[in-house]
Each structure stands twice: as C-alpha cells, then as structure tokens.
C-alpha cells in the first residue's frame, strides 16, 4: 500500500511537472530540437532541473544498502554502447523529434491531447508489445544470450 501511495505522488509531481516545464507542448518540444530554425532553449533549464537533483539523489541513494520503503535499490547500469542501446536510443530520438512527445510527457497529456495524444499513446504501446518480436526475429539465437 505504502509503495502504491509513493508512486501515486511521484507520478503526480512528474506529470505536474511536464505540464508546467511545457514538456507536453509539443511546438515547445520541436522548438528545442529546431536548432537551425526558430530555436527554443528553454528545455536546457527543465534538463538542467532534472539532472542536478538527480545527481544529489544518485550520491545519497550510493550510501544506502535500501530505499526509503525497504526494497533493495538498483545497481549502476551498465556503461556498454551495444546495438540495442545505440538503435533504441535513435529511435526514441526520432520519434520525439517527429511527434514532439516522449512515453512521459504523452501519458501527462492524455487528457488534453486530444485524438492526437491517443494515437501517439497507442502506437507507443503497439511499438512496446512488437519490440521483442521483432528483435527476436531479426536477432540471430545465439546473439542474443
């Protein structure tokens, strides 16, 4: 129960957050990735708010041996740049530049997206559930152990 509460709140204080830092804008989002038009650098400060107290929270989360609700904590990822990492990492990156929203964002807006949004939201999840049939049948067996 104590977990689903601590959830509930995170959830709510990213949603709040991607509504007023206009992460569910997506002019505001094709702006920032329009270097070589009409350029919004805005979107460095909401990074920039994301990233400090993410490396805070990271130095203190290295000194616990668990969370906050007694479940063990993740280890550090790994520093590998595979083909998996380098093409999700490309396609994540060409959806949010065409569409102008990423998974967080879009579920934030679901209630103002209009058809859009639910399209967006839709093919995001039909892309999740085909992913590792696809990679399964493009990714030779023994690649993949």
Do not use: E, H, Y
């Amino acid at each position: 129960m104590k977990r689903n509460i601590f959830s509930f709140l995170a959830g709510g204080i990213f949603g709040a957050g991607a509504l007023v830092s206009g992460m569910t804008d997506t002019t505001k989002v094709q702006g920032w990735l329009d270097v070589f038009g009409a350029w919004d650098p805005t979107l460095a400060f909401v990074m920039g708010g994301a990233i400090l107290p993410m490396v805070i929270a990271w130095r203190f989360a290295a000194r616990r041996s668990a969370s906050v609700l007694g479940t063990s904590l993740p280890g550090p990822s790994s520093t590998k740049l595979d083909n998996n990492l380098i093409t999700g990492s490309v396609l994540f990156g060409m959806g949010w530049g065409l569409a102008g929203l990423c998974p967080g964002p879009a579920m934030a807006s679901i209630t103002f997206g209009g058809w859009g949004g639910l399209l967006f939201l839709s093919a995001m999840a039909a892309g999740m559930l085909a992913a590792p049939k696809v990679r399964a049948w493009i990714t030779p067996q023994d690649a993949q152990a």
